[in-house]
């Protein structure tokens, strides 16, 4: 297969080596900055948007959490800001119901899917597989747009007169069907699967992009195998988003029809509000299964991505290969298989048949496999390196730290006979924070810092990027690792106040803890955004074009690459990605062809 | 004026963090951009080794403080519960292992290979036995936890015993509703468009049907369940997905409109032992929903007594059927023929529904 691919590369590049002249012409403000075709401009695009909503998503966590840390307590500003939704400084049942949706929704989708992938798949593509821009330059640009005009669908829903959506971000039926049932489910859940419909368009043009450049528009020499693992991680990123978004949608198409055409694809046998209403035969676990069947791969479209980013960091600042690299490939693929084998473990106590229960905790177990050689294979990497701790470094450290304390609990959940007792109680909600949650978001750091340079030219301030980690990391345990306590002692997830429950009123120091924590970790992210647009105006100039001294294709572009990256022919790839203190060299760049002495691995 | 003072000290805080993180910027240029690198190295090696051994200690004392406010493993109320327990011992012995151990390999190795000018990096690209050995060994540690796994997951959801007690219970915005099946053993038939609260039927149930007169209905009162028998729940829901959740038994089960689910267990403590154990002279058997069912999710609490079978047969005794209840209201007039009317009822009804045992039950379980 390699072969083809590689022919077909060499036509594609050949094809396009005519055209960085092309891209000379005069660049207007609008075509640079706003309806841009630049991959790098589109990245930046998603990850300023992905920036303002994880701000938008962080805060209305750090409401919520005043509601639980301090339930007691009035908040006067609250109700200066929100109105009637905090009368009295106290935030309403319905409002904290919309708050936690949105946070999960705006995090989930917008942030962590969006921003992550959107950045990194459109920032390092073309610039690691030696490509001058993606495949398709305007379906990138759609795909932006259509996120921007998700989003503000999206925010618009947050001014309705009734709210946002308000039944969690799985939005299940009958509840978000049912405007009856909940004021969350009146028009603020129209604009929800409004927003959500524009944004899977988004997202199947984004990822047909990505898939399609990763495999026809590499330079000469760049085989699958020599890949960087970013690229690897993105690939399978794409192809999960791609086989698994439309059936979200179907499965919200179906959720418009149950609400305004009267059919009963997940409604039956209803009385609410003191009236029977006429649907019979629907299925409500029906919509479950079609949206696990999207909502299970969408935890690793936005954990793999990081997966990749790790990998990448770690070996560069190790000053050593990535240890595995065709194991760390096989796992990727292992992971992304598997993902669309598992929905059904968010199902165990729906009443699925207990045999299928079984097959699902088998397949959930397995995962476990990939993830381990993963770890194990990334402490290897470090393993008698020569480490540089730069933000980036630590960031990606702390991601594996935080992805093995949430990966473990994994097995705890993933297996029915312990998930029959912890399902839907506060012991997940620490577990998939951590696990996709902050890994995630710890990801994305070592991402941002270490690529900053090259997407403006600048270093991001080190000891701001410094003081950033170690706050985060000890907030990130802080919050979450007692939260697995709560969560064993059988409290359910999305209680706002606990005070009329004997089994589960034991906790109102550590929520208050809790709260104080996430307010401080919430600070600290304002100071990182802080340093981003600082740094992108005011950072420390970066001199040579690689800084962190990198094998990969990217840092032979030019300080600021124009559009088109690199000036000039596109350099030819000799050898993989991994090339560091190899025969007594620091490292030895992708484009250096092999020499004749030099040991093979 | 509080929140102003809250907010000032945080803006003042951010500006002072942030010009000495400027100035250090500075100084780092003026002193050499690489010696300041080599000791920022140092110092966050350093840290990460600090928060190995405080995060460790961390991991114990918040066992050592909320230890004793969760529910204990190996105390569960319910025959299932203890297999719950037991899987979750097994669990955490497995994934406590292979948590302090990588945890401490990932922090000891980044503070051991810091940076330094005396060791070269060993290249070590792969390395096919240590890629086997860890594909191998989470494989046989899994095998295990799924086979205990699969084993109690099959005994928990396997078909209730005979001899089980039925008790039907239902969710709704926002509170449980119980329904016992009467002398007769039997759930009479119910229909959801015949709910009419004014009338007295909570439930819709048909009264055609006579397996229905003598089923008990029960609300805004604790469900009763005896010790040592098994009893399988019969779930249900009106209008949006509930969860039955039962904390103190280990075991959870949705409520879905329009789709029956069944849960069965043994209650092997009854409240008096519960109280007894946990020294909380307040502890109640709670049922919790475990599912977002909207704004009132939160106060959606039920209560299960459990008690001796001499104590159910007690309170079984005093609790009136719903068409008993239904009969009563329709002749005020006879107020004084009460007490005999109700029981005349019942037992014709128990003749008339001998015969459509099966098919009632099948009815019930929704199987």
């Known amino acids: ?601 | 004026m509080q929140n102003f003072l809250i907010f000032a000290i945080l803006i003042l805080g951010f500006i002072i963090t942030f010009q000495i993180a400027r100035a250090s910027e500075f100084v780092s240029v003026i002193r050499g951009e690489e010696k300041t690198r080599k000791q920022t190295n140092k110092i966050n090696a350093i840290l990460l080794l600090v928060f190995l051994v405080v995060g460790m200690f961390g991991v114990y004392w918040t066992q050592h403080t909320l230890g004793d406010k969760i529910l204990k493993l190996g105390t569960s109320a319910s025959d299932h519960g203890i297999l719950v327990d037991r899987m979750i011992k097994y669990t955490l012995i497995a994934t406590g292992i292979v948590f302090v151990g990588t945890q401490t390999l990932l922090f000891w190795y980044s503070f051991k290979y810091q940076e330094s000018e005396t060791r070269s990096v060993y290249y070590f690209p792969h390395n096919n036995k240590l890629e086997l050995l860890w594909t191998v060994v989470p494989a046989i540690v899994l095998t295990i936890l799924i086979g205990f796994g699969i084993v109690y997951w099959y005994r928990i959801t396997g078909a209730a015993p005979e001899n089980a007690m039925q008790i039907e219970i239902t969710g709704s915005q926002f509170k449980w509703e119980f329904r016992y099946p009467g002398k007769d053993g039997v759930f009479g038939k119910k229909y959801y468009k015949n709910i009419d609260e004014a009338h007295d039927n909570p439930l819709g149930q048909i009264w055609e049907d006579a397996a229905n007169h003598d089923d008990i209905y029960v609300t805004q009162a604790p469900m009763h369940l005896v010790v040592g028998k098994p009893v399988k729940l019969i779930i249900g829901a009106k209008d949006v997905i509930h969860s039955v959740g039962l904390p103190h038994f280990r075991l959870k089960m949705d409520a879905v409109p329009g789709t029956p689910t069944t849960l069965w267990f043994t209650p092997i403590k009854t409240t008096k032992d519960m109280i007894k154990e946990t020294g909380n002279s307040k502890f109640v058997y709670e049922i919790a929903c475990d599912q977002m069912c909207g704004a009132g999710h939160t106060g959606m609490r039920g209560e299960i007594v459990v008690e001796t079978q001499e104590e159910f047969d007690q309170w079984m005794a005093s609790q009136k059927p719903q068409y008993a209840k239904i009969q009563e209201a329709a002749a005020p007039a006879a107020a004084t023929g009460d007490s005999t009317a109700a029981p005349a009822v019942k037992d014709t009804a128990r003749a008339v529904t001998a015969d459509t045992t099966a098919a009632a039950k099948k009815d019930s379980t929704g199987k």
């Open chain 1, 1 to 601: 297969m390699s072969d083809t691919l590689h022919i077909q590369h060499e036509v594609a590049s050949h094809g396009h080596s005519g055209e960085p002249h092309v891209h000379h012409q005069k660049e207007t403000f609008v075509s640079k900055y706003i309806f841009s075709m630049d991959h790098k401009m589109i990245a930046k695009q998603f990850l300023v948007t992905g920036i303002i909503w994880a701000i938008i998503g962080g805060l209305f966590s750090v409401l919520f959490r005043l509601q639980l840390g301090f339930p007691d307590q009035s908040f006067p500003i609250l109700e200066t800001f929100f109105g009637r939704w905090a009368e009295g400084g106290k935030i309403k049942p319905e409002f904290y119901y919309a708050l936690t949706t949105m946070h999960g929704t705006v995090l989930i989708f917008f942030v962590l899917t969006a921003g992550l992938s959107g950045t990194f798949a459109n920032l390092l593509i073309p610039l690691q597989v030696g490509a001058r821009d993606m495949a398709s330059p305007f379906m990138n640009m759609l795909s932006f747009w259509l996120f921007f005009a998700a989003s503000i669908v999206m925010l618009s829903s947050l001014f309705t007169q009734t709210g946002p959506a308000a039944g969690g971000w799985t939005v299940y039926p009958p509840l978000s069907a049912l405007g009856l049932a909940s004021q969350g489910s009146k028009s603020g859940m129209d604009l929800w699967i409004i927003a959500m419909t524009l944004f899977v368009a988004s997202q199947l043009l984004g990822g047909l992009n990505y898939i399609s450049t990763i495999l026809n528009m590499r330079t000469k020499g760049m085989s699958m195998t020599r890949m960087p693992l970013t690229i690897w991680a993105i690939l399978f990123t794409a192809i999960l988003g791609v086989l698994s978004f439309p059936v979200l949608l179907s499965g919200l198409v179906l959720l418009m029809f149950d609400r305004h055409l009267g059919t009963s694809f997940y409604l039956s046998d209803i009385f609410v509000a003191g009236q029977a209403l006429p649907n019979e035969g629907g299925s409500a676990i029906l919509y479950q299964h079609l949206f696990w069947f999207l909502g299970h791969p969408e935890v690793y479209i936005i954990i793999l991505p990081t997966m990749g980013l790790a990998s990448e960091i770690l070996a560069i600042n190790s000053r050593k290969p990535v240890f595995g690299y065709m194991a760390m490939i096989a796992s990727l693929m292992a992971i992304c298989v598997l993902a669309f084998l598992v929905w059904a473990h968010h199902m165990f106590v729906t009443g699925l048949n207990p045999f299928l229960g079984s097959v699902f905790v088998l397949l959930t177990l397995l995962i476990a496999i990939p993830s381990a050689i993963k770890v194990f294979n990334w402490i290897t990497t470090i393993w008698r390196g020569n480490i540089r701790f730069t933000p980036a470094m630590l960031f990606a450290i702390g991601f594996v730290s935080i992805f093995i304390s949430g990966g473990l609990t994994g097995i705890w959940l993933g297996n029915s006979t312990i998930d029959v007792h912890l399902h839907d109680t506060m012991f997940v909600i620490a577990h998939f924070h951590i696990v996709m949650g902050v890994s995630a978001f710890f990801g994305m750091f070592a991402g941002i810092y270490h690529w900053f340079p090259k997407l403006f030219g600048r270093y991001m301030n080190n000891t701001l990027g410094y003081i950033h980690f170690w706050v985060t990391l000890a907030c990130a345990y802080l919050i979450f690792w007692p939260m697995h306590y709560q969560g064993m002692a059988g409290m359910p997830r999305r209680y706002l106040d606990k005070s009329s429950w004997v089994s589960f009123s034991q906790f109102h120091s550590l929520d208050a803890m809790i709260t104080i924590a996430t307010i401080i970790a919430f600070s600290v992210q304002l100071m990182f955004v802080f340093n981003y647009f600082y740094s992108m105006y005011k950072g420390r100039r970066v001199r040579s074009q690689n800084p962190w001294g990198a094998t990969t294709l990217e840092w032979t572009t030019p300080i600021h690459p124009g559009h088109g990256n690199w000036e000039g022919e596109i350099p030819e790839v000799h050898r993989w990605a991994y090339d560091y203190g190899k025969d007594g060299r620091d490292f030895i760049p992708q484009t250096e062809p092999v020499g004749e002495n030099e040991s093979t691995h």
